[in-house]
């Protein structure tokens, strides 16, 4: 039992409260500095009282990074990166869970160890394969000798090729495979009783009804919380999405970013670029709101 006295219960607001200022401070500072003109952004230090020209610099970064389209991709990456992760995570961890299979550890300890492998370290096969799907098969028919069989046969030389750079595809389908949503499944599907395994399959239900019927609704929870992370990451990634998307149709907020950022040896206008990021930042914010109530659920609940 947690003794509650005068001077712990002061400490602990403290601490919460010296918390909040360095949550908090970092945008309050970008806030401010959005405000200002050009000038008073500039001026060391920076006045921290707040300026008048907010909606001007919101205006003139909306327009110069043109981030209408470009929040539309982001949205429609991150809201297809976190469903996609939900999904796959959920169907690997039900067949790791309930299905008896030579080796099921082993796979399960192998999607574990890619923990260790963020994007950076994997993002040159990664881009490879986005950049032609099918070049593993071209390479498999050109080993075997098939290819030169098919055009010896027919005279149709075959070269296999389907590229997804600049396109939604190739933005979220390498980003969808998750060692952590399939940990978080996994967890909790072990804590789902026998018995109501046993209830399922004496009234007729199979797998994919059990999967759907059961599971998934006592994991929703879960499926918030893993849901809102992983919306979170996929929004603020910027190496990928930089890398592959050379048509600016299909640019994202995030790495337009870029365009606000002063040229070297131009007057750096970071009342424009703090506004800016305001924007981008504005997003996942609502989402956080949002789902704040089944986020916070799905990562405390106990009860099952």
Not at 192 to 209: K, N, Y
Request: proline share 6%.
């Amino acid at each position: 039992m947690v003794e509650r006295t005068p001077i712990l219960n002061f400490l602990t607001h403290v601490i919460l409260f010296l918390g909040f200022v360095f949550c908090v401070a970092p945008f309050v500072i970008v806030v401010i500095a959005a405000s200002h003109n050009l000038k008073d952004v500039n001026d060391v230090p920076m006045s921290l009282l707040p300026g008048s020209d907010f909606w001007i610099n919101i205006k003139t970064a909306w327009t110069t990074a043109d981030l209408g389209p470009k929040l539309f991709n982001s949205f429609i990456m991150a809201a297809g990166v976190a469903a996609g992760k939900v999904i796959i995570s959920a169907l690997t961890a039900f067949s790791i869970v309930y299905f008896r299979y030579p080796g099921r550890m082993l796979i399960f300890w192998l999607v574990f160890i890619t923990l260790m492998l963020p994007l950076e370290v994997r993002i040159v096969p990664t881009y490879a394969v986005v950049a032609n799907v099918l070049s593993p098969y071209q390479t498999i028919l050109d080993l075997t000798g098939l290819s030169w069989l098919i055009e010896k046969i027919s005279g149709v030389q075959v070269s296999l090729s389907l590229g997804l750079l600049n396109s939604y595809t190739g933005l979220i389908l390498p980003l969808i495979a998750t060692a952590t949503g399939t940990f978080l499944y996994r967890q909790f599907f072990l804590t789902v009783p026998d018995e109501l395994t046993e209830a399922a399959r004496m009234d007729g239900a199979g797998a994919v009804r059990f999967f759907i019927d059961i599971l998934l609704p006592l994991s929703r929870n879960n499926m918030a919380a893993l849901g809102t992370i992983m919306f979170l990451w996929a929004w603020n990634q910027y190496l990928w999405p930089l890398l592959i998307t050379t048509d600016q149709s299909h640019a994202t907020a995030v790495t337009e970013l870029k365009q606000l950022i002063p040229n070297v040896g131009g007057i750096p206008e970071w009342n424009i670029a703090m506004a800016g990021t305001l924007i981008v930042m504005l997003p996942p914010l609502v989402v956080v709101v949002v789902m704040q109530r089944w986020f916070v659920r799905g990562l405390i609940a106990t009860e099952k």
